[in-house]
């Protein structure tokens, strides 16, 4: 683990990682272009001197564009492409403080929690050899009670074996640990838990939103209550690897490059930002949108949120809003927030031509993925040029009859031609479908004719 900010690569060049994104995301190059830039100028930040560190912001940016064009997609892979923590939420979630509904400050929360995991997880991969050693100790002590340092543990005494084994016994044994021949041999195991009564409930939905981790504060004052588990040793082997992993990593150093993380490195995602855009002297609802707006501006604008980790400033994490803005529009949202997001992006709406390359061209193309769910059944599905072309006109099709729904429109379509397929798929061992035109016309014409039948199906 590091805290110098080495985790976001230098050779992420803003047109590597729109190469990357060109992998998954067909076409926006310009909310790409955007994004790749706005990842770059953070690592390009963590490389300038600190007194002049602390002073450039983030470009945070807002998108513009109908539901199912890319938006949140550019984010989430761009996060996974720099290793950053990555929240999504929705703006229309979030209440005026006062209202009932969430804390705004919950989102940063959040993500603070997800950075923890993050680098937890990545710790645990370094000490994995170490927790393997000493989970398979344990495991051995289990199942030769004689092993044991400690006099006064239980015996095992299912185990079958020798309470004074030889050291070719240990070995022996080790070795048919090692080859899973023990697998399915069950063993006892003592498990600890905390017992907080009703502490559960107020965390997650009280005093924790204020920052408080009442179950870490006061889990000291309540005893811990042993519990004996009778378990498979595959299932053991997992729990106390897990364990030994834990006892072997720095907390504190987990923590420390946590809060960096988020902070330095983590997107937070704001979908359906236009749903608490209100126009100016609206009244009723409008106005706790309003408030919502107000209550989110420190955050962006840079504040510090107590979490259970400790305070974490704002300052320097990335937001990305997004909205349809199909009645509102950004210059609705109060002018202190829209000058928090500098960079605005519009992506435009999809047609026939994207929807076939969407089809075919990502490494996750929809064809690759029911291909590949129908081989598991031993049988193949082959779509012709003319097939794919006639779904991705249907669905463009349906998109301008009805809600425009983007690309999502293209999984309603290819669920319906593909659907006695993927019904009769295990009766039709060794088999190949051919997906042509007129397939596709066969399976879909009769909805596509009925506009009221298209509405609820398509």
Not at 78 to 83: E, S, Y
Not at 175 to 185: F, I, P, S, T
Not at 422 to 448: C, F, G, H, W
Request: hydrophobic fraction near 40%; charge should be neutral.
């Amino acid at each position: 683990m590091n805290t110098n900010g080495n985790h976001l690569e230098k050779e992420l060049t803003p047109r590597r990682i729109v190469e990357e994104l060109d992998k998954y995301i067909i076409g926006q190059n310009s909310a790409k272009k955007c994004a790749a830039i706005a990842v770059r100028n953070r690592w390009r930040r963590l490389q300038l001197a600190p007194e002049l560190r602390d002073e450039v912001a983030p470009k945070n940016i807002i998108m513009i564009g109908p539901t199912g064009v890319g938006k949140t997609e550019i984010a989430k892979r761009l996060a996974a492409l720099v290793k950053a923590p990555f929240l999504k939420v929705e703006a229309s979630r979030y209440t005026e403080v006062g209202y009932h509904g969430r804390d705004v400050e919950s989102m940063v929360r959040d993500l603070v929690e997800i950075a923890h995991n993050m680098i937890k997880a990545e710790a645990m991969k370094t000490v994995q050899e170490k927790a393997d050693e000493f989970a398979e100790e344990r495991l051995l002590d289990l199942l030769l009670p004689s092993r044991r340092k400690t006099a006064n543990l239980p015996s095992n005494q299912d185990a079958g074996i020798s309470q004074e084994p030889s050291e070719a016994t240990v070995e022996k044994l080790r070795e048919k640990l090692r080859k899973g021949e023990l697998d399915d041999r069950h063993v006892e195991l003592a498990l600890e838990e905390k017992v907080i009564p009703m502490m559960q409930v107020m965390s997650t939905g009280g005093i924790e939103e204020f920052g408080f981790d009442i179950q870490s504060a006061l889990g000291n004052m309540f005893p811990s209550k042993s519990i004996s588990k009778k378990m498979l040793i595959s299932e053991a082997r997992k729990i106390i690897t897990q364990q030994e992993a834990e006892k072997l990593i720095d907390r504190d150093k987990v923590v420390k490059e946590a809060i960096f993380r988020a902070v330095n490195s983590g997107i937070i995602f704001i979908d359906e930002i236009d749903k608490v855009a209100a126009k100016e002297g609206s009244h009723g609802p409008d106005v706790s949108r309003e408030g919502v707006q107000r209550d989110m501006l420190p955050i962006v604008e840079g504040s510090t949120v107590m979490t259970r980790y400790g305070p974490v400033k704002t300052n320097h994490i990335l937001f990305i809003a997004a909205g349809a803005f199909h009645i509102s529009k950004p210059t609705d949202l109060i002018p202190e927030l829209q000058g928090r997001f500098p960079i605005r992006v519009e992506l435009s709406s999809l047609g026939k031509d994207d929807f076939i390359r969407i089809l075919t061209e990502p490494r996750n193309a929809l064809i690759r993925q029911y291909q590949a769910l129908v081989e598991t059944e031993g049988v193949k599905i082959k779509f012709n040029k003319e097939a794919i072309e006639e779904m991705a006109d249907i669905a463009a099709k349906a998109n301008s009859s009805m809600q425009n729904i983007g690309a999502r429109r293209l999984h309603t379509v290819i669920e319906k031609v593909l659907e006695d397929v993927s019904y009769e798929a295990p009766d039709m061992k060794n088999k190949t479908v051919n997906v042509t035109r007129e397939y596709v016309r066969e399976k879909l014409q009769s909805i596509v004719k009925d506009e009221d039948l298209s509405k609820y199906i398509l």
